[in-house]
């Protein structure tokens, strides 16, 4: 491509509305144009990375042998009325009406049609496995569409349906598509990492989430460095920090904690460990026709409520956080200074793990400026029920046993899921077995955000000039930068025989004709990202060099003008073949 | 692809809302999939052909030198309010609410998106000319969708938008993109004609439609076989039939014609050719609190109105038929003998040209079972108003000059279009040009159904068995039918062994590996039309023979073993090479 046949649609500044960096790199770089909240075109320069991550993931999922099909954008209300999701899915399903007042959706995701498909074209065991997938437009009405491409209405999905006969066959299926996602997102050279969504360990696990690592990412992921043990925080197994109770050695006591009501104040008023202090979270269940279920929630001082764990808890699902009036009503007290000891009512008491094995710690006395300290299990206090209900913390150990877990940040860009039958059953998908039998189909699901990978690439490879793209994923792989293509007829030569040598190796090059000023130039490219770099000038010419520099390179070398083209070519090739052979 | 690894749907019977046989075949060959009305799944079989219609014109808009992005399928109220088609556009503009009850469309088109960014991001004239395409999924809400692909609600369309200084400027991307037109229908092998849909001549005219030829067409198109004029019959000029007008040789005289109210019957009973009668159609236009115009439109007994035509005649423009009320108010009688002589009220009369060089012609007398007979301008009746009215037939002579018109039918695939100014000038699509100036943005627009092309090639290439597929877009090139893979050691290795070679050679093969019987390889692949097939089977491997059939062809040939890949991959290679060097 000649860059005066192009559109290049750099912005000194990016909107305001951009709050992120992949945003604003995006819109800066002319790769996107907002049209609407959530929904952006995509420049020529914007595209040309869509349609490499589309056939990069297009690859892997043929080599995989998933089929490509099509399914469409507009999609009937039956069909999610079948499945129960017409009512369950929130306001982000965008719900329509057509012309002769027809109620359908924009499709935010395709289970409900690829499962009419299969329930229709297939109807024997021999037909089976079968794995469709397609790379196509979604929309998902975000109630604050934001971060540009990362959390969009309209974006582009590729999403993976897998019929199996058995949970067998299932598992073989996911384990085909975990495959290839790791092959997709090597091939891209992201860092990036594979996590459960739900108990961790893989293989056993019925979802994984893939994550781009980065800072700004909106998930956080507990791993192990000395294992290939990782989960999202929500799902993380949270082990108790203490193997065994230790004997109670203190004394109950009701003590004064004037002011002191966080647990942070108390460890430092009473000079303890803040790991001695308990953290009380009262919530309530609604019960119908009676009053609500008041619960105590325990944990270490130093730890946090898992939402996600609570919900999971027998009597938690859908519970909220109790009312003043409630809490006054059952402690006898105002938020503050709670405990599980001399309740006015009657409560539940769930205890975290690490907290079932404290012994001599201290919780509030359900009395403003007291606390009440060496409390003990079993001799204070009921035994309580004992659950998983917090957020693993870096150093934790490893739910596997294998070392002790950190923590970073990570943007989702990818999630199998081990559907089982739930859609099957709704819909009736089922086949004929061997015995001539009916059987649902054991259902996958697998999606890519392909346009989100875009932002979750630029989010870990950037610097204060631009993007930094991997060759994988780049607009163009090279871009050829003459300093006087207009006036030189030495450089036009050499920037044209570069252009036509590396076109005819298969690079994607982009010769800069404009006849901009270098400083021009190079901003453009550094800020659209373009890995490799020649630069062509009569100064270099006269000793037979080029100047080359590597996107991500801090410095430019020289390299003589016959070798040049090939040191580019291998360059590409080499960083183009990573994750290709796996 | 081996088979076994694939989806083949095909069915027995098309679903009874398949009207026409491209509609049929797709369903039938497991192509496509009904949803909702208009809305369709491609199943693998059918993508393959979608992906092949895209990558073609891909190639060729690149060619051109369109760059590609791709715009919203959701876009906003404000951009269709700005160019007004928010209100003039019908019920197919399928508007919608998002969640915050903000107004919305499914875009049918994308001309309000491209010129939003077209004038945000073009300042000056040095940014022209450019053209922006983009192979996307468009919605529009049909109010009877039918013929599948053909006339659907959802489907794919590549639109492309020109943008330029000046109309010299237009006229150059016009040209560039008609050129690619002709070379994307030729590539893909399709018997197609490019007409223009106004004037006829190609180069002044602002619009020409690409017609694939199928008997099964909507359009009818005039062409004169001996030049390139083509035209629809909707826009086509209808020169008059006599050069000039022959002197009056009979006296005007009222005539018995005693229930022959139609030109045919009077034409027999007065034994006089249908050429000498003359046809009265009865129009009215509305006037503002007074009463409607009556129009009185002449032409020749055997010919036709052109509703096209007669609306640009000034006054006409929105016309509609005369009430019978109107028609004995006007004219003293009711519709059957009426004619512009004797009328009861003042009318408008236009003649069509042929009849305007008419002499001793035929009109009703408006007076029941009576006509007038010998009539002539001038003398009988003032001089008309002459207008071209009518539509062509075959025979008609072409208004290049050049020969005699013929007239066949076509389904229309592509449109290019000169915008000029209507959206430039509505949304404030402007640039700087040399002098400094502002001026708005030349336009033209340009679309290809790329979906529709599929039924289209099917219209025109099937017959009992199936479709008979071109190479180009065939989903498959060449299919191996195997005698016995299961079986026979020798007809396995040998299948094999020409699948390597053909997937060596870049030929899309499939290998039929399912073990089914012969008849049902055969019949699946006639109808989903893949254009070679080679048989292996262990009598004529004995012989060292294949058979191989080209769809097209009645009878199988054999080659020899040696031979046949190489013969093959010859034929398929001719096939893709047509057009591609123009």
Chains 1, 2 share one sequence.
């Not at 913390?393 to 046993?401: F, N, Q, V, W």
């Not at 800020?527 to 490799?532: F, K």
Request: charged content about 25%; some cysteine; glycine content about 8%.
């Amino acid at each position: 491509m000649k860059a005066s046949r192009f559109f290049i649609g750099t912005l000194k500044e990016a909107p305001t509305d951009a709050e992120i960096v992949s945003h604003q790199l995006m819109m800066r770089a002319g790769m996107i144009r907002r049209v609407a909240g959530g929904i952006y075109s995509y420049l020529p320069i914007g595209l040309r990375s869509i349609r490499k991550v589309e056939a990069i993931v297009r690859e892997e999922m043929n080599r995989a042998g998933a089929l490509e099909l099509l399914m469409p954008a507009v999609q009937p209300a039956e069909l999610w009325q079948e499945s129960a999701r017409w009512e369950q899915y929130g306001p982000e399903l965008l719900r329509i009406k057509d012309r002769h007042d027809r109620d359908f959706v924009i499709g935010p995701t395709h289970e409900e049609v690829v499962t009419d498909i299969a329930r229709r074209e297939i109807k024997s065991y021999r037909q089976l496995p079968v794995n469709f997938y397609q790379i196509q437009t979604k929309f998902r009405d975000e109630i604050r569409p934001r971060f540009g491409v990362m959390r969009g209405r309209e974006f582009i999905m590729k999403d993976a349906y897998s019929f199996d006969r058995d949970q067998a066959g299932l598992a073989e299926s996911y384990k085909k598509m975990f495959d290839a996602y790791v092959r997709v997102f090597t091939r891209i050279g992201l860092e990036f990492r594979a996590v459960a969504a739900d108990n961790g360990s893989i293989g056993g696990s019925g979802s994984h989430e893939f994550h781009v690592i980065a800072d700004t990412g909106e998930d956080a992921i507990a791993y192990c460095p000395t294992s290939d043990y990782a989960a999202n925080v929500e799902a993380a197994d949270a082990l108790p920090l203490n193997a065994t109770r230790p004997a109670p050695a203190e004394e109950m006591k009701k003590t004064a904690t004037p002011g002191k009501a966080k647990c942070e104040a108390v460890a430092e008023l009473l000079d303890i460990p803040l790991q001695r202090t308990i953290k009380s979270i009262i919530l309530a269940t609604e019960n119908e026709g009676a009053e609500p279920t008041i619960w105590l929630l325990m944990l270490r001082g130093d730890h946090s409520l898992n939402d996600i764990k609570a919900n999971k808890q027998p009597g938690l699902a859908g519970y909220r956080f109790a009312t003043e009036a409630e809490i006054i009503d059952t402690f006898g007290t105002p938020p503050g200074y709670l405990g599980p000891i001399n309740t006015k009512k009657p409560i539940k008491v769930i205890a975290d793990r690490t907290v079932a094995n404290m012994s001599d710690f201290v919780v509030g006395a359900n009395e403003v400026d007291y606390h009440i300290t060496g409390v003990n299990w079993g001799r204070d206090l009921p035994e309580p029920v004992v659950a998983d209900i917090r957020n693993v913390l870096a150093g934790d150990p490893s739910p596997d046993g294998k070392g002790t877990l950190e923590i970073c940040r990570g943007i989702e860009v990818g999630h199998v899921f081990q559907l089982g039958t739930k859609y099957s059953d709704a819909m009736g998908a089922s086949f004929l077995d061997e015995n001539g039998k009916p059987a649902p189909m054991q259902m996958g699901c697998y999606g890519i955000g392909i346009t989100r990978i875009l932002g979750a690439a630029i989010e870990q490879n950037f610097d204060a000039k631009g993007i930094i793209w991997p060759e994988s994923i780049a607009p163009f792989e090279v871009v050829l930068c003459p300093m006087g293509y207009d006036r030189s007829d030495a450089v036009r030569e050499q920037a044209d025989k570069l252009y036509a040598t590396l076109q005819a190796a298969g690079i994607d090059v982009i010769l800069d004709d404009r006849g901009e000023r270098p400083g021009v130039m190079f901003a453009d490219w550094e800020l659209i990202g373009v890995p490799h770099r020649l630069v062509i000038g009569d100064r270099g010419l006269k000793e037979s060099k080029l100047e080359y520099q590597a996107r991500r390179d801090a410095e430019a070398s020289l390299l003589p003008l016959d070798d040049a083209a090939n040191v580019v070519i291998e360059k590409v090739r080499a960083a183009l073949a990573r994750g290709v052979s796996q």
